[in-house]
């Protein structure tokens, strides 16, 4: 809602995630394997110490030594909300304000800082991160170091991929599982050489995920995320 100034569940909570939303996809271009990870994720600005969520940060790897290393950020774009004399303003960016910082040799990490918050903004904003990396899925946190609403994530994988797919963490998340297809082409002809695969689809949902927060006793809170992981077991 426009006119909330705290979050009931969490009265202290310096801003919460309305939604936080990742689908990711096996896409085969010619019998070459790439995953897309598609992330939409919501923020509601609470208080002062809250606008530090504006601050996007995205690692990626990035490595043209190595054939299998190389990932990019496509089509980012976000949207801060803000309510000015009884109407709301959209402010919107794109792609322009992301700037990239190489760590080390194999990683890089994109930096947005989403203009015009303040408490009470939401922000929203989405992108996809494209990678040639087929055979390693990336951790998904359903929980944050701030509440979270509502978390889904959905990831699809073709059956000759035999991945361990598993959900920890104390915070239980709804799960399920089906079967589909995918269909990819086999040679340059758009018309010929058509075939196709049937994949696996893993569907997780969270609701009121309660914040794992920072403490100086814990060595890394994010050990305590509930978290979905996929490890591939074998082709």
């Known amino acids: 809602r426009d006119d909330m100034t ?4 969490d009265p202290e909570a310096s801003a919460v995630v309305l ?13 070459n394997y790439l995953v897309d990870y598609d992330v939409k994720k919501r923020i509601k600005v609470l208080k002062e110490e809250g606008r530090e969520y504006a601050n996007i940060t995205i690692p990626y790897i990035y490595n043209p ?33 992301v700037f990239t910082e190489r760590i080390n040799e194999d990683y890089m990490v994109a930096k ?6 303040k408490v009470g903004s939401v922000i929203e904003y989405e992108y996809r991160l494209h990678s040639n990396i087929f055979f390693h899925i990336y951790d998904w946190n359903a929980t944050d170091e701030i509440p979270v ?28 599982v089906k079967q589909g297809t995918i269909q990819f082409k086999t040679s ?8 196709s695969c049937h994949t696996n689809i893993y569907t997780c949902v969270g609701r ?22 996929a490890e591939l077991k074998g082709i």
């Open 149 to 176: 609403a509502f978390a889904k994530y959905e990831l699809t994988i073709p059956v000759i991929f035999i991945y361990n797919v598993e959900t920890t963490g104390l915070q239980p998340l709804a799960s399920q």
């Open 65 to 97: 030594e190595d054939e299998y290393g190389l990932e990019q950020i496509e089509d980012f774009k976000a949207t801060v909300y803000n309510v000015e004399n009884g109407k709301v303003v959209k402010t919107k960016i794109g792609k322009e304000r």
């Open 6 to 9: 705290v979050y009931e569940k």
């Open 188 to 195: 340059t002809n758009d018309l010929q050489n058509l075939s």
């Open 208 to 229: 009121d995920l309660q914040a794992v927060k920072k403490d100086r006793l814990v060595w890394n809170e994010k050990d305590y995320y509930t978290k979905v992981t």
């Open 112 to 117: 947005v800082a989403i203009p015009q918050v």
């Open 19 to 31: 939604c936080h939303l990742t689908t990711v996809k096996y896409q085969v271009d010619f019998l």
